[in-house]
Nanobody, 116 residues
Framework: QVQLVESGGGLVQPGGSLRLSCRASGIIFSIYTMGWYRQAPGKQRDMVAV???????NYADSVKGRFTISRDNAKNTVYLQMNSLKPEDTAVYYC??????????WGQGTQVTVSS
C-alpha cells in the first residue's frame, strides 16, 4: 500500500518560512521523481518543484529563488523549504511520486496560508 504523508503546513506571515515534508512508504523511493504541487481555491493544481531520482530539480517561475526542493533517500522523504513567503503562495500543497512510466501517487495535501 502506497502512502505519501505530508506535514509542515500552517499559517505564516508574509516574508516568513515553512518547511514541508513528505514521507513515502510502499514504494522504492529512490527511483521515483518526487514533486510538490499546489492548488489554490478555484484554481487548477500546478507544479511547484520537482526533483528527479538523479537529483535534478525544476521549479515554477513564481517560486524560483525562494523555494528549495530536496530529498533524503535514506528517510524516504522529500522536502520543500519555502522562504520569503507571499500571500499568493497560499494553497493546499500536495506531494507527488512518479516512476517516469505509469505509477503516479499523491498525498492528501497540507494547507499553507500566508497572511498577516
Amino acid at each position: 500500500q502506497v502512502q505519501l504523508v505530508e506535514s509542515g503546513g500552517g499559517l505564516v506571515q508574509p516574508g516568513g518560512s515553512l518547511r514541508l515534508s513528505c514521507r513515502a512508504s510502499g514504494i522504492i523511493f529512490s527511483i521515483y521523481t518526487m514533486g510538490w504541487y499546489r492548488q489554490a481555491p478555484g484554481k487548477q493544481r500546478d507544479m511547484v518543484a520537482v526533483i528527479t531520482n538523479g537529483g535534478n530539480t525544476n521549479y515554477a517561475d513564481s517560486v524560483k529563488g525562494r523555494f528549495t526542493i530536496s530529498r533524503d533517500n535514506a528517510k524516504n522523504t522529500v522536502y520543500l523549504q519555502m522562504n520569503s513567503l507571499k500571500p499568493e503562495d497560499t494553497a493546499v500543497y500536495y506531494c507527488n511520486a512518479f516512476d517516469n512510466v505509469a505509477a503516479d501517487y499523491w498525498g492528501q495535501g497540507t494547507q499553507v496560508t500566508v497572511s498577516s
